[in-house]
């Protein structure tokens, strides 16, 4: 690809100085340097260019960088058409930062791509930071992501999750702490969300689960130490 750089930032530089040039065929020139910088910038700054020819560029060159920001900084581009591409990219990040920052996306589909990619922490970012997300949506693929894959991070992640974002349902962390929890310091983080009652969970606890090792002996300051 390097060959093309700089027959691609000629070319877009000529278009930028000189509107009377065919933009047509400038467009078609441009997109065979196959440069995703400038073809970037030539939808976004060259007056005429052809936005829907330029994105198809992303069905040969899956660039989740690129996409993101050619729908959020290109006039006229079209976003659920880039969308579809973004989660194939499986890219957490920059799905976040569409759904964020892009107007007119389909959260729904951006949130089960989140979900999909069973990042976690991206997850809880997701929440956190796009208005209108679907808070139980994502707390349910929060919450089965821990109960399928252990992290000793879950923990903190889930308290914040649970004492961050708002709407979030606290009965159905209740109801999958046991399915949850495989370390101490899981179940201290845990215990110390707003809403748990810790003499119920841990009666739970031993009732669905063996701790032989396990003592609890101050709910009130969430202790608890091994035998």
Do not use: Q
């Not at 920052?101 to 997701?126: P, Q, R, T």
């Not at 889930?158 to 979030?168: D, P």
């Amino acid at each position: 690809m390097k060959k093309y750089g700089r027959v691609a930032k000629d070319i877009y530089e000529l278009a930028l100085k000189n509107y009377k040039l065919d933009i047509d065929k400038l467009t078609d020139e441009i997109i065979e340097a196959n440069d995703l910088k400038y073809i970037y910038l030539f939808a976004k700054d060259v007056k005429g260019a052809n936005i829907a020819k330029l994105e198809k560029i992303f069905e040969k060159r899956l660039n989740a960088k690129y996409i993101y920001w050619f729908a959020k900084n290109v006039k006229g581009a079209n976003i659920h058409y880039l969308e579809n591409l973004l989660v194939t990219t499986k890219s957490s990040k920059y799905i976040r930062a569409f759904a964020k920052n892009v107007h007119g996306v389909n959260l729904s589909l951006l949130e089960d791509a989140i979900i999909a990619n069973k990042d976690k922490d991206a997850i809880y970012d997701f929440a956190y930071d796009v208005t209108g997300a679907n808070v139980s949506k994502l707390e349910d693929g929060l919450i089965h992501c821990c109960i399928d894959e252990y992290s000793e991070f879950d923990g903190l992640l889930l308290y914040n999750f649970f004492s961050k974002i708002k709407g979030v349902n606290i009965d159905k962390l209740k109801d999958n702490i046991s399915r949850i929890v495989k370390s101490d310091c899981e179940l201290y983080y845990l215990l110390s969300i707003n809403g748990i009652d810790k003499e119920k969970t841990m009666a739970d606890m031993f009732l669905k689960k063996n701790f032989p090792n396990y003592r609890f002996f101050n709910f009130g300051k969430v202790c608890y130490s091994a035998k």
